[in-house]
């Protein structure tokens, strides 16, 4: 027999208390074997998957920039991304690309994948996240321009509403020579669309 829970209250409730209370409001049983951890181990998920909140993207950068004698674009692309959508809480993923072109600094490579993950991980929508990305690469740096591109698949497209499983959205920010020349932002588009180093 289904054991019968008292409604927490939500004012004092614990967060484990209020994934509890939402594992009965969808008909389960959190007492049932399977869904006695669930709601530890969805506060753990939920904790990870937010963590930008709690990381700042300025601090990170303001540790990796380097004074480099360099006006050539620089670009790193294919970075994979996971999100939230804030709309429903279902993740959305896919690449990112980011290209700049340096005005005597740049940032360490291996920066570049972790700011985005800064901005990955909190309740997002994919457009903000663009215009995040490549807007705090700006300030960091003041390059000539900022390109970034993000590809991705939404859950919330393709488990639910339209069920359209072979869809993704694309969205750019271009900023600087990358928004004001075309041959500048032709040349990033082209150059992401291009085969890897490995031929793929």
């Known amino acids: 027999m289904k054991k019968e829970l008292e409604p927490v209250s939500l004012t004092s409730a614990t967060f484990q208390e209020l994934l509890r209370e939402l594992i009965v ?15 530890e181990r969805m506060q753990r998920s939920l904790e990870y998957l937010t963590k930008g909140y709690r990381e700042d993207p300025q601090k990170l950068l303001k540790g990796a920039l380097f004074n480099v004698d360099y006006d050539e674009m620089v670009i790193v692309k294919d970075i994979e991304m996971f999100s939230l959508c804030e709309h429903h809480l279902l993740p959305f993923f896919g690449k990112v690309h980011v290209a700049y072109i340096p005005k005597g600094k740049v940032i360490g490579l291996s920066k570049l994948p972790r700011l ?17 990305i490549a807007e705090t690469i700006q300030r960091a740096i003041e390059p ?11 859950l919330c ?7 359209k499983q072979h869809s993704s959205a694309v969205t750019s920010s271009m900023l600087g020579a990358f928004r004001e020349e075309k041959e500048t932002r032709d040349e990033f588009l082209a150059l992401i669309r291009g085969k890897g180093i490995n031929g793929s």
């Open 25 to 39: 409001r969808l008909g389960e049983d959190p007492a049932r074997d399977g869904l006695l951890r669930t709601p």
């Open 116 to 132: 985005i993950d800064i901005f990955a991980r909190r309740l997002q929508v994919q457009e903000r996240l663009t215009t995040q």
């Open 144 to 154: 000539q321009g900022v390109g970034v591109v993000i590809e991705a698949r939404h």
């Open 157 to 163: 497209m393709m488990m639910r509403g339209v069920e």
